[in-house]
């Protein structure tokens, strides 16, 4: 069974650094492109960044670029979130995303999310 | 950047009515189109990808069409399980996978 458990949410003060965690379980994870994708409270689905299976190529939304590094250890089968120079507007819950085996950056599988608050 | 309309907003149906939900893209697509379920305090779930392809293990009662600039999603009959706010996602501009801004299905 595939299992995508992010950690890491917290408040933290605008300007502030965040890492964030995905732990993968039940597939092989080096096979799979990854993703973060982000919804802020009571709003829509945002897509903010991703990384090919051997982390050789990322990309990132226009909104978080420069700002945020995204990660991944597949001896470790986790996926990482490094967030600087946050914002309040990067309030959100943030989910990890399993891409399909044809790397068309669409989510089969996703984690329940972790809250991240940028508050003063 | 692509931009990504669904309408309506959100619509009150009965169970056992047909749903259609419509999804625009500012620009053509193909068949580059996905479409999620997220139900109240849970992940988003797919149901459709590639305009039209049913994801396994998702009900038949789900479907989707349409290609180019122009989408549909349907619930052939709605049950009381299918509660939930839908999105579209277009996945033809790397690397800006637009969601629409989603459609609220609640039974009247």
């Known amino acids: 069974e595939v299992q995508l458990v992010e950690s890491g949410g917290v408040v933290v003060q605008p300007g502030g650094s965040l890492r964030l965690s995905c732990a993968a379980s039940?597939?092989?994870?080096?096979?799979?492109?990854m993703h973060w994708v982000r919804q802020a409270p009571g709003k829509g689905l945002e897509w903010v960044s991703l990384i090919s299976w051997d982390g050789g190529s990322t990309y990132y939304a226009d909104s978080v670029k420069g700002r945020f590094t995204i990660s991944r250890d597949n001896s470790k089968n986790s996926l990482y979130l490094q967030m600087n120079s946050l914002r309040t507007e990067d309030t959100a819950l943030y989910y990890c995303?399993?891409?399909?085996?044809?790397?068309?950056?669409?989510?089969?599988?996703w984690g329940q999310g972790t809250l991240v608050t940028v508050s003063s | 950047d692509i931009q990504m309309t669904q309408s309506p907003s959100s619509l009150s149906a009965s169970v056992g009515d047909r749903v259609t939900i419509t999804c625009q893209a500012s620009q053509d697509i193909s068949n580059y189109l996905n479409w999620y379920q997220q139900k109240p305090g849970k992940a988003p779930k797919l149901l459709i990808y590639d305009a039209s392809n049913l994801e396994t293990g998702v009900p038949s009662r789900f479907s989707g069409s349409g290609s180019g600039t122009d989408f549909t999603f349907t619930i052939s009959s709605l049950q009381p399980e299918d509660i939930a706010t839908y999105y579209c996602q277009q996945y033809d501009n790397l690397p800006s996978f637009t969601f629409g801004p989603g459609t609220k299905v609640d039974i009247k």
């Open positions: 039940g597939f092989t994870f080096d096979d799979y492109t």
């Open positions: 995303a399993k891409d399909t085996v044809r790397a068309t950056s669409t989510f089969d599988y």
